[in-house]
């Protein structure tokens, strides 16, 4: 079972930018479709981006696409996800998520991964 780390949270204005890593321990990125998300004070968790084990393939949630930017690299074993533009919307615990697969698969649901970080907060302040 891989273990993940979340980092780069933190408390930044409306309009500015962050970059959230998530690194893996105990086996490879590269074996992992990898999933970021995000739970909001009083709502449901919430998918936002997804990247296969090559880190060919990608897919966002309609609320994101375009300001974040998901990446992946393996050298380092590690999954970024580049917050653009961010709004105060945005404040939120991020999570990332991995699951082993021997597919370039993407997956854009919760229940679809087993391995879980424990999150890095995301203020946006006006």
């Known amino acids: 079972q891989v273990t993940l780390v979340e980092s780069g949270g933190g408390s930044v204005q409306a309009g500015g930018s962050l970059r959230l890593t998530c690194e893996a321990f105990g086996r490879p ?4 479709v990898v999933g970021w998300f995000r739970r909001a004070p009083g ?4 998918f936002l ?4 084990r090559n880190g ?4 966002y949630s309609d609320s994101v696409k375009g300001r974040f930017t ?10 970024y996800l580049q917050l653009n533009t961010l709004k105060t919307e945005d404040t ?4 990332c998520a991995a699951e082993s ?6 997956r854009t ?6 391995a879980w970080g424990q999150g890095t907060q995301v203020t946006v302040t006006p």
């Not at 990125?29 to 992992?32: I, L, V």
């Open 29 to 32: 990125f590269s074996m992992h």
């Open 43 to 46: 709502k449901e968790r919430e």
């Open 49 to 52: 981006a997804t990247i296969s």
């Open 56 to 59: 060919d393939f990608t897919e």
């Open 70 to 79: 998901i990446s992946k690299d393996a050298g380092k074993n590690a999954v």
């Open 92 to 95: 939120a615990i991020y999570y």
């Open 101 to 106: 697969t021997g597919t370039q698969t993407v």
């Open 109 to 114: 649901t919760s229940t679809g991964y087993t």
